[in-house]
């Protein structure tokens, strides 16, 4: 007991450590002049940013509170005006996501998302192999509709009693291993493919409005379900190679996805209300999301609303299901982001970097997508896109070559690509709880899966979004 | 009295070793022992995926994702772990016991030894885990960790100037006489730390190199009264072991409470059974 009581001594002034070394940081660029090129509230948006990665990555304290201290310091150091901070807070995209969370809380409360993910799954119980594709598409189809994290928790239970029903031991099964990472990297690259995925492609739309471009919901898909369909493929058949699968027949799986649907009986009133809605909402943001028309935020809203009238969720379901938590991070990663590129932050680092990278243009996008990676793996995913997104900006502004729009969608899709990890991302934590893979495993599987994805972003960069589509 | 009559083999929820309950068959079978099962629901790894999820996913969330996890974890204790040993254990009429509880490995272990005695803990090693194995450096009891490599049958004790070497020879000595393994013993002077221990386990001031070899040497006449040969080795504690283990094919390496101070410093390395259990690829038994 009292090795415990130091462990957890030890965890506090570890905690205390890393607060007093962010707040420090932030203090030598609150006293020190400015260098160069760059106004003094912009030094100070640099020092606001170097702290908040600090906290982001230590995480002393939630990341939310992380993002709440982003809005707070910029008019305590003086960086920028109250007003100006909370105005930037009320972009759409916020409300966006609080629709999404509604929707979500809802499609979770009626278990609709269950029956999806198992009527899929028993669409590839034909062999082992088919079978860990399914849980692979199953995850990424579920992330287009709600978000990553969500999918990860609602698919761990199922595939984890199938590979029980299989007596697929954890650790040693090589099919428990590839299924469970089917899960998370499928829910990683699934959370790409829409605006509703993750919160940090709301981030991008919302940083981008700000900037005055505005992304409907079917140029997000347009620009990003290139990388998803290639990626998925690429992605199963490095996890059968990593992990030679050993499971010959999958009939328990077969029979355990009937029992479980078995238990679940016909559709319910409630599913099919949740359906239509979500059908209805997802036309919507297909048909009317673009600025001239409705916007991401109204149609999400709307969709809340449509589900309070027919009485499928209740006020203390959003209560229970709506992490708020999230928009005050996404709200402090915006302001951030508006900080950085309103006091020239950006741009002023931007320029460095092209100092050192010079003047090719596929060397730029290889360290966007670089650094992207290399950050949303050791800390949250919206701070990794909110940390790199003003970056990317002034690179925009800094190169002729690479507009606002293909810079913000390397580093909105780059920052999906958290696979190494477990505290990369909350897919990974969730399917790593299930005992069935180790770290060792994740840092195997998701070092291949990196670089593949890497040079998938990079090749869909250059070739269709600058090529093609000429943004 | 057996020399292992109680043995406990905890399974964590991180991972299932199944060849530690190969290894706990085998030793049941020798010696005549009971076998008790803990299953260990680790609240470590629940928490970290409640920390990472925090801002994600509400409190209500989290909860009904922990809940699930666990009847999953339960029901892999049941379906796989219990279902094993049942095979293992029953079939061979060796008696053992079952119990399912939750929190943190070496937490939980030196909890079950507080309620009752153990004369082994027997269990697995995995690198690419959140699990501390805190137990390694605070049991009372000897901890066998079988490793998933199969060395041969033979048994590599580990002597040095940095432990008491009563408890190495004697439990070397004993395992080759009742499982029938070939007994291979070293005695490694280790620079690193030119001290001496005593067999109360007490540190000597600073020795030069030749006093250090002295010790080794009488060590090693009086082993020798007892018709084992000893080979001594000058370098790293760490480093010579599994060398040694290597070179003979060691199927268990027995290890004692060394107590290594390095860095200038002079802080303890804690360390120095973990890493041994880290990087040797046979099955080790620490004793104290």
């Given amino acids: 007991m009292e090795k415990k009581k130091d462990e957890e001594n030890s965890f506090s002034r570890w905690n205390a450590l890393s607060i007093l070394v962010a707040f420090s940081v932030l ?4 006293v020190s002049p400015s260098p160069s090129g760059i106004s003094h509230e912009g030094w100070l948006m640099i020092g606001i940013l170097l702290m908040a990665i600090i906290l982001w990555i230590t995480t002393p304290i939630p990341i939310a509170v992380t993002g709440f201290l982003i809005m707070v310091m910029q008019p305590v150091v003086g960086a920028a005006k109250a007003e100006e901070v909370f105005h930037s807070f009320g972009n759409q995209a916020v409300f966006f996501l609080i629709g999404v969370f509604i929707i979500a809380g809802a499609v979770e409360k009626h278990g609709l998302h269950r029956r999806i993910a198992l009527k899929f799954l028993g669409r590839f119980e034909k062999s082992p192999r088919a079978f860990t594709f399914g849980i692979m598409l199953a995850s990424a189809f579920l992330s287009f509709i709600m978000p990553a994290h969500g999918v990860a928790a609602l698919l761990l239970p199922i595939v984890v009693s199938i590979l029980i029903a299989m007596k697929a031991i954890p650790r040693q099964s090589n099919f428990g291993k590839v299924s469970m990472l089917a899960i998370a990297y499928g829910c990683s690259i699934g959370s790409l493919g829409t605006p509703i995925g993750g919160a940090r492609n709301a981030l991008a739309i919302g940083i981008l409005a700000n900037e005055g471009i505005r992304i409907s919901f079917l140029e997000w898909m347009k620009y990003s379900m290139p990388v998803v369909v290639m990626a998925i493929p690429a992605v199963w058949l490095i996890l059968q190679v990593a992990f030679p699968i050993e499971v010959r027949d999958v009939s328990d799986a077969r029979r355990e996805i009937e029992k479980q649907v078995g238990e679940m009986g016909s559709m319910k009133r409630d599913e099919w209300v949740v359906s239509a809605v979500l059908a209805i909402t997802a036309i919507l943001w297909i048909f009317f999301s673009s600025p001239e028309y409705l916007g991401l935020g109204v149609v999400a809203l709307l969709g809340s609303a449509l589900l309070f009238f027919t009485g499928s969720i209740s006020w203390e379901d959003v209560e229970k299901r709506v992490p708020w938590g999230i928009i005050l991070l996404y709200g402090g990663a915006i302001t951030l982001g508006v900080g950085m590129n309103s006091t020239g932050a950006g741009s002023w680092i931007a320029g460095a970097m092209l100092n050192a990278a010079g003047n090719n243009i596929y060397l730029v996008i290889l360290s966007l997508i670089l650094f992207t990676v290399l950050l949303t793996n050791v800390m949250s995913n919206v701070g990794a896109v909110a940390t790199l997104l003003p970056i990317a900006l002034g690179v925009a502004s800094e190169f002729s070559g690479i507009s606002p729009l293909l810079a913000a969608m390397i580093v909105a899709l780059s920052g999906g690509f958290a696979f190494l990890l477990v505290i990369s991302t909350p897919a990974n934590a969730i399917t790593y709880s299930s005992g069935y893979f180790s770290t060792r495993d994740l840092l195997k599987a998701g070092g ?12 869909v960069a250059v070739i269709y979004w600058r090529g093609a589509l000429g943004i | 009295m057996k020399m292992f009559e109680n043995i406990l083999l905890p399974i964590s929820s991180e991972f299932y070793p199944r060849n530690a309950m190969e290894r706990s068959v085998f030793l049941a079978e020798k010696f005549g022992s009971r076998i008790k099962i803990i299953y260990i629901i680790e609240e470590k ?4 995926a409640d920390k990472i999820t925090d801002v994600y996913r509400t409190h209500y969330e989290k ?9 999953e974890y339960l029901s892999a204790a049941d379906r796989i772990i219990f279902d094993d040993a049942k095979e293992f254990f029953e079939k061979r009429g060796i008696d053992f016991q079952r119990k399912v509880v939750k929190g943190q490995f070496s937490d ?10 153990y004369d082994l803990v027997l269990m697995g090693f995995e690198k690419g885990c959140l699990l501390h194995y805190r ?9 066998w960790i079988e490793s998933a490599e199969k060395g041969r049958e033979i048994i590599l004790a580990v002597c040095s100037n940095l432990a008491p070497n009563l408890k190495v020879p004697e439990m070397g000595e004993k395992l080759s006489k009742s499982l029938g393994w070939e007994l291979h013993m070293i005695y490694i002077v280790d620079m690193q730390d030119n001290v001496a221990v005593d067999g109360q386990g007490q540190r000597s001031g600073r ?4 006093e250090l070899i002295d010790a080794g040497k009488e060590f090693i006449r009086e082993m020798g009264k007892k018709g084992i040969d000893v080979k001594m080795v000058k370098g790293s504690i760490e480093k010579e072991t599994i060398r040694a283990a290597r070179e003979v094919g060691a199927g268990l390496v027995i290890v004692g409470r060394e107590q290594k101070r390095t860095g200038i410093m002079g802080i303890y390395a804690k360390t120095v059974r973990k890493r041994l259990v880290e990087k040797c690829n046979y099955s080790i038994l620490l004793t104290n």
Avoid: G
């Fill in chain 1, 27 to 30: 203090a030598v660029f609150l």
């Fill in chain 1, 448 to 459: 291949v899966v990196n670089v593949v994805c890497m040079a998938i972003i990079f090749a």
């Fill in chain 2, 45 to 48: 790894t629940l928490e970290k």
């Fill in chain 2, 63 to 71: 909860e009904e994702t922990e809940v699930e996890i666990e009847h």
């Fill in chain 2, 108 to 117: 939980a272990i030196r909890e079950e030894m507080e309620r009752e005695h």
């Fill in chain 2, 135 to 143: 137990i390694i450096d605070n049991s009372y009891a000897p901890i």
């Fill in chain 2, 207 to 210: 020795k030069s190199e030749s």
